[in-house]
Each structure stands twice: as C-alpha cells, then as structure tokens.
C-alpha cells in the first residue's frame, strides 16, 4: 500500500506542478525545458500541451491511489492490468532517453537542463519505472 501511495504523491506534485505553468506560474519551468548548447530552447511547449500532461499525471495519481486500496473502487482489471505495466513503461522510455538532449543516454549533458535531467529528471523517472514493475513484480 505504501508504494502506491508514495507513486501517487509524486504523480500529484507533478501535475500540480504543470498546472502551476498553465496559470502563469513559472517554479521550474526554464529548467523542465532542454536546450541546445547555444541556449536555445528545442521543445517549446504551448499551454495545451501542460494541461494534457497536467491531467495525464493526475490520472497516474488516481489510478496509484486505487491500485493502493485506499480508495475501494476498482477500475476493470484490463485497465488496472494495462495501467500498471504502460505508467511505468513511459516513465522507463523517458529514463533512457532519445540519446540526445534528455535522458541518461543523451549528448548534450553540459546545458542547465542536461544537468538537471542527469542529477534529477532521469533518476526520478528510473525510480518511478522501478517501483511500477516492482508492484507488478510483487503481485
């Protein structure tokens, strides 16, 4: 119960997090954003795609507070089965990256972001994918 639990706090401090950007908030923001190594940013995000990541991580959130117990409603179990292999799988496809600007595998490691991304982004992500399977695994 604990590690659902744990999942579905950070999933929700990662949506709240995007939506903080959706209404003009900025915590984060510059740094959650990879760049070349001129400076220059090369994903330009628009406030529709924080609101869909937004909901996308509270979904994650809610579908860990269920898989968890705490609330006793259960989606149907092909949900539950696919939720529970896709949400850590995504987060695994991240960790590892496109070999180039974001993940543990990219080359453009010196800019603020690629920093970033090694010493946060990227384990968080791992982490994430490890505790997923290892629901899984211990089911």
């Keep these: 119960m604990i590690i659902p639990l744990f999942l579905s706090a950070i999933f929700l401090i990662l949506a709240l997090i995007h939506f903080n950007w959706i209404f003009g908030g900025t915590f984060g923001l510059n740094a959650s954003l990879p760049t070349n190594l001129e400076g220059k940013r090369v994903l330009n995000p628009k406030p529709l795609d924080a609101v869909i990541v937004g909901l996308g991580l509270s979904f994650f959130s809610l579908f860990y507070i269920l898989q ?20 850590p799988s995504i987060f695994l496809v991240r960790a590892i990256g496109e070999f180039k600007y974001v993940g543990f595998f990219k080359k453009v490691k010196q800019t603020p972001f690629g920093k970033l991304d090694t010493k946060l982004f990227s384990p968080l992500c791992l982490l994430i994918a490890c505790l997923g399977y290892g629901i899984q695994f211990l089911n």
């Excluded at 968890?68 to 989606?75: A, D, E, F, Q, R």
């Design 68 to 87: 968890s117990g705490l609330i006793p409603y259960t989606l149907p179990h092909w949900v539950m089965s696919v939720g529970a292999w896709l949400i």
